[in-house]
């Protein structure tokens, strides 16, 4: 029997958005045409737009239909950053812990654009130096093009005051992007009360599909585009709407608003439960994030000293567990977790954790059977590791 | 059983993961990364450690139907294969890269993470064969000669030997390739990879002159009279006759050979053909794949490289080295390569060359 506790890595579709997709696959009509059944489509995506609009928080005209959340924050990143440029603004500001698509956006941004990117530190609960950040506007605010800080950490699900970091900048009118991937529909966002610039989200960490994201970008404000063509999404996101992926992202955002508090109580208590029954049977282990003041209820980081995070992988995937680092892969190595690091970790503590998320189809026998064979798993990973 | 294939990538290794699993051994994937920063793309017929190797391999284990991995060995290559080998040529001797390989990574560091997480052996696309006798398992030549990869196995210990599976030792490469076609294997056609993987471009010479630099330093000849100009002694190998950019010929225009390397001094010896030659060789540090070798005289073989001849030889184990006399003498022996012993078939054991006599 398989076990699932990588939950935000991808999270099973809800039946609600299998069927809105599926009806959708059957309909016929580009959201672009003017004739009968491009109007057809084109009235499915605004009522789909409209749904999620209300999820968020936001108005149906300022979200933009993406290919993943990864697009929505390069799109984002990247166009701030340059709308920020023309007026003379060359920093970027972002946090040790974002995203890849945020990193590597802004590496690239520094690279081939001239950007000077500074990293805001973590503590060793993996929340954002504030003190930090409010140094840096204060003296270098009118030089800040944007600053990018993702509303909960996808790896210690360790949430960030993204309400505070928007106040700080308000002051130097700096715009605010925001990765929300993690927790869109399993916590309150409301993009309105954060007044934020724009905010990157993703259909398939909340029971969508894979393969379609969106970003939020405030009313009026426009950025340069990266892809070109036909002119759809205020020209700033150009290429076919994907019409069945967009009503399945809406139906299953409306559900997750209409379960959130529900599921959050419940997935919740079972993490709570499952952290307490590792610490009992491994009592070295760790939570990471653990005395942080908000974590999404379903993601729980753990390090086992003494172990390879690969070999205890490989272990449990054996037992039926699917379970991760939660850190990125390089051609399938794992390396060490760059947030982990930013929260304090050396190499080797940080090659020695684990990711388990919890989602909404994990049950109390699946916490259960993982305790059951974790101390096996412990001892041989403990046995094998070499280094 | 349960088992661990290490596949490369390539044909060989995907084959024995496949025949593993038909014998009914739960078997699990795993590919090595053995370099910290991979190429994208295999360049000419060089290395297994390509991003394009690594998903060569994971496409073979879904099609054969088991888990796959891939195992971060980097550091380990790098300390116990990479820097040895740079170690031992600026040392003046010429090492075997991937019988260090086989040494250190996958008959130990693989071999050992393996048993230490409950699995019994490695399973590879050795071309070798191992066969349970009274005294436990034991080394031999896999059937395809020109194929046979039991020299680059000679440093197994009798430990390492119980925990490997080679299950195309009695199979010819030729029925190999055509076996993963008839699998539907996609890298059937895929070429042999050879040279050394770390070196993507081919050029040792110049690769290790990146590293160790390139001092000038002289070519002398037998009598210590310098005839030439080298740029670096440890891109050299003994019994080397091209690119030595000699300009005083010899006297009776005999082409000349590498004779001795000198790190030390920085010089490189040159010689004639006849000077070259050695009927005995003295190897330290020995690993024996059975009982171990005494001081009495034996009659069997000795080989010196991947794929060279079996030559005839009387060998013995005393003062703490594996001595071998040769029946005939042979040409160009370089110090650094391995001696496996073989008796019949059967793979005795090896030793580093550490000296020569004529």
């Known amino acids: 029997m398989l076990i699932y506790l990588d939950h935000a890595a991808t999270t099973p579709m809800v039946d609600v958005a299998i069927k809105a997709m599926t009806q959708q696959l059957s309909k016929l009509g580009n959201p672009s045409s003017l004739h009968t059944p491009g109007r057809s489509a084109r009235k499915d995506v605004e009522e789909a737009r409209e749904t999620i609009a209300r999820a968020i928080d936001c108005q149906p005209s300022e979200i933009i239909f993406t290919g993943s959340g990864t697009e929505a924050d390069n799109i984002a990143l990247k166009g701030l950053y340059w709308r920020g440029k023309a007026v003379g603004r060359n920093l970027v500001l972002i946090s040790a812990i974002e995203h890849h698509a945020i990193l590597d956006s802004a590496q690239w941004l520094h690279d081939h654009e001239g950007a000077e990117i500074v990293m805001i530190g973590v503590d060793t609960d993996g929340v954002l130096d504030l003190s930090q950040l409010a140094d840096l506007i204060a003296q270098r605010g009118d030089e800040i093009a944007v600053i990018s800080i993702m509303h909960s950490n996808n790896e210690t699900g360790v949430i960030q005051p993204v309400a505070q970091v928007v106040e700080l900048a308000r002051v130097?009118?700096?715009?605010?992007?925001?990765?929300?991937?993690?927790?869109?529909?399993?916590?309150?966002?409301?993009?309105?009360?954060?007044?934020?610039?724009?905010?990157?989200?993703?259909?398939?960490k909340m029971g969508g599909p894979l393969g379609i994201g969106l970003l939020v970008l405030r009313r009026g404000l426009e950025i340069p585009a990266l892809s070109h063509g036909g002119g759809q999404e205020r020209e700033i996101?150009?290429?076919?709407?994907?019409?069945?992926?967009?009503?399945?992202?809406?139906?299953?955002?409306?559900?997750?608003?209409?379960?959130?508090?529900?599921?959050?109580?419940?997935?919740?208590?079972?993490?709570?439960?499952?952290?307490?029954?590792?610490?009992?049977?491994?009592?070295?282990?760790y939570i990471n994030g653990a005395a942080a003041?908000?974590?999404?209820?379903?993601?729980?980081?753990?390090?086992?000293?003494?172990?390879?995070?690969?070999?205890?992988?490989?272990?449990?995937?054996?037992?039926?567990?699917?379970?991760?680092t939660g850190a990125a892969c390089s051609a399938g190595v794992q390396r060490p977790s760059h947030v982990l690091l930013a929260m304090g970790h050396d190499d080797r503590s940080a090659r020695s954790s684990l990711r388990f998320s919890l989602g909404w189809t994990t049950t109390g026998e699946d916490i259960d059977q993982v305790l059951g064979v974790l101390p096996y798993v412990i001892e041989r990973a403990r046995a094998a590791n070499l280094r | 059983m349960r088992l661990i294939a290490a596949m490369s990538g390539g044909v060989d290794s995907a084959v024995a993961a496949a025949r593993a699993v038909e014998a009914g051994h739960d078997v699990i994937g795993v590919h090595l990364a053995l370099s910290s920063n991979p190429q994208k793309y295999r360049s000419g017929a060089r290395g297994c450690c390509t991003v394009e190797d690594s998903h060569d391999a994971r496409r073979a284990a879904d099609l054969i139907g088991i888990p796959f991995y891939i195992w971060d060995m980097a550091k380990e290559f790098h300390e116990d294969v990479v820097e040895n080998f740079i170690a031992e040529y600026a040392a003046g001797r010429t090492p075997n890269p991937c019988l260090r390989c086989n040494e250190k990574i996958k008959f130990a560091a693989v071999l050992d993470r393996a048993r230490a997480m409950g699995f019994d052996g490695v399973v590879t696309g050795h071309y070798a064969i191992t066969k349970q006798g009274p005294l436990g398992k034991t080394l031999h030549r896999g059937v395809d000669i020109s194929k046979d990869q039991s020299y680059v196995l000679s440093v197994l210990t009798v430990e390492q030997i119980a925990g490997a599976i080679f299950p195309l030792g009695d199979t010819s490469k030729v029925d190999i390739r055509k076996e993963a076609a008839a699998r539907g294997l996609s890298v059937a056609n895929k070429?042999?990879?050879?040279?050394?993987?770390?070196?993507?471009?081919?050029?040792?010479?110049?690769?290790?002159?990146?590293?160790?630099?390139?001092?000038?330093?002289?070519?002398?000849?037998q009598s210590g009279n310098q005839i030439g100009e080298h740029r670096g002694a440890y891109t050299y190998t003994i019994g080397q006759r091209k690119g030595l950019g000699l300009s005083i010929p010899t006297p009776d225009g005999s082409p000349r050979f590498v004779l001795k390397i000198e790190p030390t001094t920085n010089t490189v010896v040159v010689g004639s053909r006849e000077e070259l030659a050695v009927t005995t060789m003295y190897?330290?540090?020995?690993?024996?794949?059975?009982?171990a070798v005494?001081?009495?005289?034996?009659?069997?073989?000795?080989?010196?490289?991947?794929?060279?001849?079996?030559?005839?030889?009387?060998?013995?184990?005393?003062?703490?080295?594996?001595?071998?006399?040769?029946?005939?003498?042979?040409?160009?022996?370089?110090?650094?390569?391995?001696?496996?012993?073989?008796?019949?078939?059967?793979?005795?054991?090896?030793?580093?060359?550490?000296?020569?006599?004529?």
């Open chain 2, 283 to 291: 190897g330290e540090n020995p690993v024996w794949c059975g009982l």
């Open chain 1, 293 to 324: 003041k908000d974590r999404l209820p379903g993601i729980i980081n753990l390090t086992f000293p003494g172990t390879e995070s690969d070999t205890l992988l490989l272990l449990l995937d054996a037992e039926g567990i699917a379970c991760s």
């Open chain 1, 237 to 285: 996101r150009s290429g076919t709407l994907n019409t069945p992926s967009i009503v399945a992202f809406a139906a299953a955002a409306q559900l997750a608003m209409e379960k959130m508090q529900e599921r959050s109580e419940w997935i919740t208590a079972l993490r709570e439960e499952f952290s307490a029954g590792i610490l009992a049977l491994v009592p070295d282990a």
């Open chain 2, 191 to 221: 070429p042999d990879s050879h040279d050394i993987c770390f070196i993507p471009s081919g050029d040792s010479a110049g690769w290790l002159r990146e590293r160790l630099g390139s001092e000038v330093g002289p070519i002398l000849d």
């Open chain 1, 172 to 204: 130097a009118s700096i715009p605010v992007h925001c990765d929300g991937v993690q927790s869109f529909g399993k916590v309150p966002l409301s993009f309105q009360q954060l007044g934020l610039t724009a905010l990157a989200l993703s259909a398939h």
């Open chain 2, 294 to 358: 005494t001081e009495m005289d034996q009659r069997g073989f000795v080989q010196i490289r991947a794929h060279g001849a079996a030559l005839p030889c009387t060998y013995r184990f005393e003062n703490n080295q594996l001595i071998a006399q040769l029946d005939e003498p042979l040409l160009g022996l370089a110090t650094g390569q391995a001696m496996a012993i073989y008796d019949g078939d059967r793979v005795v054991g090896s030793a580093t060359i550490c000296e020569t006599k004529a």
